[in-house]
């Protein structure tokens, strides 16, 4: 079948079965015309790909876990480990995301959000450099410039 057939069949865009072709972690058939030719092989791999990436793997990672895939003497604790390390990273990435979400809500709790061009959001993002030069202030545990602006994030807290 051709890309635009294997990409209805997979799910993925034709652009994205292409690069994947690109990059080597799939290769189709080529018919007498030089065209890409998918097996039903091919249009499993490029399912077992979609769902990794949805899940959030790595190419890298795609990769590794493509040819365990392939492999029937695989060890199960070698797909494991990938697992087990996406996992570590994904809960890395939640603990940041949580940091943000609570730095920009003291942000925004701090911002009086009316006419005054006062903004300590704007002054957090600007003056992460500039705010050792001035004196600071706590408001509820959280160390901000004088006159309510935020600071950079040598100050914060994990929250």
Partial sequence: ??????????????????????????????????????????????????????????????RQLMALYKDRGRASHDVRAIAAAHVMAIEEKVRELQSMRSTLQKLVHACHGDERPDCPILDDMAGAALASDRPHRRIDGQRVKDGGQGEGTEGRQAG
Wanted: hydrophobic share 35%.
């Fill in 1 to 62: 079948m051709n890309v635009g057939d294997a990409a209805h069949r997979s799910g993925l865009p034709a652009k994205t079965i292409r690069y994947y072709e690109e990059i080597g972690l799939i290769a189709p058939a080529r018919a007498a015309n030089g065209y890409r030719d998918y097996s039903g092989d091919d249009i499993h791999r490029l399912a077992f790909l979609r769902r990794a990436r949805n899940l959030g793997f790595s190419i890298d990672d795609c």
